[in-house]
């Protein structure tokens, strides 16, 4: 059966650090691979998105950016945290012909 | 995209039917209707997709009028574990990675003892 990971499941950063969070989906191949973010009290916007090895689109311009060095891992990075940058991460995967999309757990992530 | 709009929130009671209803008055042909949920402090859950027929599934049935412009999904034994945020969410045919999912408002979910 396919999982998906995320971690670290909380973390707090100081703005302006560097900020690497990991997503990997095990027991499938080649899926598509996404990124969105929760501010509080918010609606899921969309970040990223992957549908290969070294092929992301962005959907929102910021001090963000991704990366899938591997063809089930995905990767969301910052070279310095803003504030709004807070938030709820998720990662999501799925597979085309397939409808319906796989959430990981999440991180929490708060920039003081 | 099309869009959906969901009431802000709902009440029920435990053990009660819940009927949470969506408008998508724009849709297309080729539009599925998706439902997803978000529990407290978790990701989203694939609930039920549908085209023009009603579906059931473990989780939930799915309603859909026969214009397409609105759609109901409904759980039939509301539990206290079913409070959650519900996203209605159209989506077309192409099933490409560019063609994702977009995630309105949502209507929250309260199940009261």
């Known amino acids: 059966s396919q999982t998906i990971h995320q971690w670290p499941a909380t973390l707090v950063q100081p703005v302006g650090s560097p900020l690497s969070l990991e997503c990997t989906v095990e027991?499938?191949?080649?899926?598509?691979l996404y990124w969105y973010r929760q501010a509080a009290g918010r609606g899921l916007q969309l970040l990223f998105y992957?549908?290969?090895?070294?092929?992301i689109s962005s959907e929102v311009p910021q001090n963000l950016s991704a990366s899938r060095p591997q063809d089930r891992q995905f990767i969301l990075s910052s070279k310095k945290l803003l504030l709004s940058d807070s938030g709820f991460y998720l990662c999501?995967?799925?597979?085309?012909?397939?409808?319906?999309?796989?959430f990981g757990s999440g991180t929490r992530l708060t920039v003081v | 995209d099309a869009k959906t709009t969901q009431p802000n929130s709902m009440e029920s009671n435990e053990e009660e039917p819940v009927h949470l209803p969506c408008n998508h008055s724009?849709?297309?042909?080729?539009?599925?209707i998706h439902w997803y949920r978000q529990l407290p402090s978790q990701g989203p859950e694939y609930v039920i997709h549908?085209?023009?027929s009603n579906v059931n599934n473990r989780m939930a049935s799915l309603a859909i009028a026969e214009d397409r412009k609105s759609s109901t999904l409904i759980l039939h034994r509301a539990t206290l574990r079913d409070a959650a945020v519900y996203y209605c969410?159209?989506?077309?045919?192409?099933?490409?990675?560019?063609?994702?999912?977009?995630f309105g408002g949502g209507t929250r979910l309260m199940v009261k003892p």
């Open positions: 999501a995967w799925n597979k085309r012909g397939r409808y319906g999309y796989t």
């Open positions: 027991g499938t191949s080649n899926p598509n």
């Open positions: 992957s549908v290969g090895i070294g092929q």
């Open positions: 724009t849709i297309s042909g080729t539009d599925y």
């Open positions: 549908g085209l023009t």
């Open positions: 969410i159209l989506r077309g045919q192409n099933n490409n990675a560019g063609n994702m999912l977009t």
